[in-house]
């Protein structure tokens, strides 16, 4: 279902404007009298509504051509340019994508998105700020239209970007969490499993959203601007892609890390527990063997004033030794807790300078 359509745009004098809810076949009708017009759509099921949408604004590329790409698409049909961007959206302890739809004709600009998309619906809030700064001149068009799409694919990286930070957050409260002197039930192997999941869809989102803005840098598009300067918004967006990707790359690592710090820290107590049983078994083992010994010594009744006291020396004894010989065992240094919290704090520091 068609859930909202609203328009923004610029009209012949230059003059900005916005209507907020309009019926589809009246933004059809405004996008042919206008200067440039935006029409935002916001659907249940891109799948099902953008076809129907495509016919009544006369726009004659197959959307399933963008629909069926990996998280990105790009496809330059001369008169026409689609573009398939994603989403980075919060689930059930992971992150999914969800896709965003733009179209450009000339003078038009075309957005389809479910309500994840909120962001840009933001961004429509502020249009006509937007559009105010844009060049006026009738020759101008590709201008004006690409840096409306430089604006809205750079509020889709940002809308990602918090993402990353919403993963940050999650390995903050699970360290928390196996540093707190409380601790409750967990798998920890599922939920850095699913961190890691999340992480590693963030980063295919942001390296398809990489690719479909290097294609409209270079791609030669007829619907995209030729002048450096307005190409050079692009430049900017994919060095802060980059950094994002950078980003994501030390936070994989740090997880990782922690992954393998968590199953070092097991191997240790699992070592520890194997030598205090043997300390416990060799104690046990020396003082049954001598009363084993002793027990067949005849009339050993009558000695049982210095077999017991030979039995509790031997017992303290074995212990003794046993335990200064696995010390060497116990004391090995080990990757644990600190190292990890240490080489964490690197990397948050390297986070902050990218």
């Not at 759509?41 to 004659?60: A, H, M, R, S, Y």
């Not at 790009?74 to 733009?102: A, H, K, S, W």
């Not at 922690?258 to 078994?281: E, P």
Request: glycine residues 4%; charged residues 20%; hydrophobic residues 40%.
């Amino acid at each position: 279902m068609l859930k909202t359509v609203s328009i923004a745009g610029l009209q012949p004098d230059g003059v900005p404007f916005k209507t907020p809810s309009v019926d589809l076949t009246e933004a059809a009708r405004v996008a042919t009298g206008g200067h440039l017009t935006w029409i935002e759509c916001v659907v249940d099921n891109i799948v099902e509504e953008t076809p129907k949408i495509f016919e009544k604004l006369g726009i004659t590329m197959d959307p399933s051509l963008l629909l069926s790409g990996y998280v990105s698409s790009y496809e330059d049909r001369g008169d026409t340019l689609g573009l398939m961007i994603p989403f980075v959206i919060p689930g059930n302890n992971t992150t999914q994508t969800t896709p965003l739809l733009v179209f450009m004709k000339k003078d038009l600009v075309v957005t389809i998105h479910d309500d994840y998309g909120g962001k840009i619906t933001r961004l429509y809030n502020y249009s006509t700020t937007l559009l105010r700064k844009l060049p006026k001149e009738p020759d101008n068009w590709s201008n004006r239209q690409t840096i409306l799409l430089a604006r809205i694919i750079d509020e889709i990286s940002e809308t990602n970007f918090s993402i990353l930070r919403l993963i940050v957050d999650r390995t903050e409260q699970l360290e928390l969490d196996l540093a707190g002197s409380r601790q409750i039930q967990r798998d920890l192997s599922v939920e850095l499993s699913n961190m890691k999941t999340s992480l590693l869809t963030f980063l295919n989102a942001v390296w398809a959203t990489y690719d479909t803005v290097h294609n409209l840098k270079y791609g030669d598009a007829d619907m995209i601007s030729d002048d450096e300067p307005v190409l050079a918004k692009f430049e900017v967006i994919l060095s802060r892609l980059d950094r994002q990707i950078q980003m994501a790359e030390n936070l994989m690592q740090m997880i990782a890390t922690g992954i393998n710090v968590i199953q070092t820290q097991v191997s240790n107590k699992l070592s520890i527990l194997v030598v205090w049983f043997t300390v416990a078994g060799t104690a046990v083992l020396v003082p049954n063997t001598l009363a084993t010994v002793f027990s067949i010594f005849p009339d050993h009744e009558a000695n049982f004033q210095w077999m017991l006291p030979t039995i509790i020396f031997s017992t303290i004894a074995s212990a003794w030794f046993t335990y200064r010989y696995t010390k060497s065992w116990r004391t090995t240094k080990s990757f644990g807790m600190p190292q990890f919290r240490k080489l964490r704090g690197l990397s948050k520091f390297r986070i902050r300078r990218i």
